[in-house]
């Protein structure tokens, strides 16, 4: 996008232009950048959008059309979740998430970037199997996908989460989409023997900072 063509970013009670973020409340991936705005202290207007009816501005700011998308006041726009983790991360960091307790950073990059690729293939074929084509299994692809939960619990044995005993941006980045899972087979998820990984899945989905990115915020924008 030319400097020409950037739509402004609204300003705050400050004075002071924010970051605009669209969302869409039950996408992981928007879940993520909720969770890492909401972490580092970070105000931003909230447009929750409509899938169906994507707003014309976030389209002109990212033509792929997927959330979440950060528009900051400079005009810069942050099309990835973990980019947008990584920048506000960045910035103010108060819970250490982009130091692993135990583990090296490469590691925890690792883990997400397994996540986000076999996992999420296994997983979008086992919750939307109809969109990939009568021929799809989803019983197999959710067998396909176990295989990761059952590494996350490994991890998950001699610690409460993912990198040592707090959690780290791993844990943030990965819980959303074990939650789909999860929520897509309640009844199955429950029943497999992985205690940990589901003691970590409950502890996060109860936790203060997943209860206040689920909640609707006072500045947020319906588009």
């Known amino acids: ?3 020409d063509q950037a739509i402004p970013a609204p300003a705050g009670v400050s004075g002071r232009p924010l970051p605009v973020l669209y969302s869409f409340r039950r ?9 890492a705005l909401t972490a580092s202290r970070q105000d931003c207007v ?23 998308v950060l528009h900051l006041p ?9 980019d947008i983790m990584r920048w506000t991360l960045a910035r103010h960091d108060p819970d250490g998430w982009l130091s692993p307790e135990t583990g090296s950073v490469a590691e925890m990059e690792a883990l997400i ?10 997983l979008d074929r086992y919750k939307y199997a109809v ?20 590494r996350l619990n490994e991890h998950l044995t001699d610690q409460a989460h993912l990198f040592g005993s707090r959690p780290s941006l791993a844990d943030y980045a990965i819980f959303p989409f074990v939650r789909q899972l999860a929520n897509t087979g309640r009844e199955w998820f429950d029943a497999q ?5 589901q003691t970590w899945l409950s ?21």
Do not use: W
């Not at 996408?27 to 969770?35: E, H, K």
């Not at 023997?193 to 990984?197: D, I, K, S, T, V």
């Open 131 to 150: 969109r990939y084509g009568p021929e799809t299994d989803p019983l197999h692809h959710r067998g396909e996908g176990a295989v990761f939960l059952r």
């Open 203 to 223: 502890g996060h989905l109860n936790s203060e900072i997943f209860q206040e990115i689920m909640r609707r915020k006072a500045n947020e924008k319906r588009d």
């Open 113 to 122: 970037a397994a996540c986000d690729g076999t996992f999420k293939h296994h």
């Open 74 to 82: 400079d005009g810069q726009v942050l099309e990835q979740s973990l």
């Open 193 to 197: 023997p992985l205690a940990e990984l």
């Open 46 to 68: 909230l447009h929750e959008v409509v899938l169906r009816d994507k707003p014309a501005e976030m389209i002109a700011l990212s033509p792929k059309g997927t959330v979440p």
């Open 1 to 3: 996008m030319t400097e």
């Open 27 to 35: 996408c992981p991936y928007a879940m993520r950048a909720r969770l």
